[in-house]
């Protein structure tokens, strides 16, 4: 009872597709939802669980008569998953909020659970029960449409970088976001004493931590 899966191996396996065949729309949006839906995952508390196969975007479902579509990893789109996949191995080593209360409800406290008709979520990770410490936002943009003004709550003052923008692993993205620095202003939003604005591109993610001083 300590432990979410949000995904399990029986979600692309035994007939049901790989996590890529199961996005819509064309090439571009598939690999952008999913890419989008690798790093929601990652932030969310749980275990995080890929199958082989998931890890550069494999189109087929996973068999174990044959060897992962590695020669997929020539097609940009393909290389672009496995090079986030990388980097999200990295910000969740980097970020002790994404992994410390994983079954603690001090360690997650949710910015905007209720945009049903923009498609944009949010929520804050965080290291220490009082809040203190390392502390991560993640902002999902679910809609066809970038969002050029988001405001995102945040608990500090001062600076907060972008670390991680899902748009930034395909050419024909909007431009990344990643390394942009945002100086968060006095003005409460999410129940939260200061706020940030950033752009969050159509189908993405963006991760947002405390710059480093």
Known sequence: ENFILPISHDE?????GSLLGKMPGDTWRRFANLRSYLAFM????GKQLLFMGCELGQE???SHERSLDWESLADPNHKGVQTLVGDLNRVYREHPAMWTLDSQPAGFRWLDA???TGNLLSYLRFAQQDQQGDVLATVVNYSGDDKAWVRVGVPRQGQWEVV???SGFDEASSPSQAGAVLEAEASPWHDQPWSVTVRVAKLSTIYLA???G
């Open 12 to 16: 692309v396996v035994h007939g049901k």
């Open 42 to 45: 990652w932030a969310h508390p």
């Open 60 to 62: 087929a479902e996973w």
């Open 114 to 116: 209720d945009d049903n």
């Open 164 to 166: 991680l923008d899902t």
């Open 210 to 212: 405390p710059a480093a």
